[in-house]
């Protein structure tokens, strides 16, 4: 299996401008988790979906921040607009059930100038 | 008071030191799980345990359920090994709470 899958890898945008991240988890796992990583604050959870539908999106920063999963092998984070405290890695990860072991993408490193 | 503690924050070993991370945590979990980041990397779960020890390859993992407490070894240490550390642990449920991770160097 080629693992989650995140792109692009690498963004850098200006501030204001709508930036799409994407995550194709892996096959057959019903639960993707969308992380923020930053020096500041670690880790941290965004959006949690099961079977396709968002379960928690209380770690979801405010308004200007949105995610959907239109289907089980795709999941996207959409930032409108984008500020430059929103610059971190943002990690997509999937699991088999919702407390088993996550597997982790690579990572998208957003830059907001 | 962080819910999960990991100490040390950054360590320094020598190639074929046996390095030892902490984590303690103060609520009850159904897991706890030690997670690998290189530097500009992504993540990768190392282990995921509720009771006892795994082993793997070099990496030992252990959990103290009485004493909230787990430890991750690294027996003979290698350069490649260097990378934050991170322990996390989950509730019965999907969260994972996360430690501020530790920082390992090892020098050759």
């Known amino acids: 299996d080629a693992g989650v899958i995140q792109s692009p890898r690498h963004e850098v945008t200006e501030m204001g401008q709508e930036v799409t991240l994407r995550c194709k988890p892996i096959?057959?796992?019903?639960?993707l988790f969308w992380y923020r990583q930053t020096m500041m604050r670690g880790l941290e959870l965004l959006i949690y979906?099961?079977?396709?539908?968002?379960?928690?999106d209380s770690g979801m920063p405010e308004d200007r921040f949105s995610a959907k999963m239109p289907n089980a092998s795709f999941s996207t984070l959409k930032i409108q607009p984008s500020e430059p405290r929103d610059s971190a890695v943002y990690f997509c990860?999937?699991?088999?059930?919702?407390?088993?072991?996550?597997?982790f993408g690579p990572g998208t490193r957003l830059t907001v100038l | 008071k962080n819910e999960v503690e990991q100490s040390p924050q950054n360590l320094t070993a020598q190639e074929g030191e046996f390095i030892t991370i902490n984590c303690s945590y103060s609520?009850?979990?159904?897991?706890l799980h030690w997670l690998q980041q290189h530097p500009g990397g992504g993540i990768v779960s190392l282990f995921m345990?509720?009771?006892g020890k795994k082993k793997h390859g070099r990496l030992i993992a252990t959990i103290n359920i009485q004493e909230k407490h787990s430890s991750l070894h690294i027996t003979a240490s290698h350069p490649r090994d260097s990378a934050v550390y991170i322990c996390?642990?989950?509730?019965?449920?999907?969260?994972?709470?996360f430690g501020k991770g530790t920082l390992l160097t090892v020098n050759p």
């Open positions: 979906f099961n079977n396709n539908v968002p379960i928690d």
């Open positions: 990860a999937s699991s088999l059930q919702p407390t088993d072991t996550q597997y």
């Open positions: 345990l509720s009771s």
């Open positions: 996390a642990v989950s509730r019965s449920n999907y969260k994972l709470t």
């Open positions: 609520v009850g979990i159904s897991a």
């Open positions: 096959s057959g796992h019903n639960s």
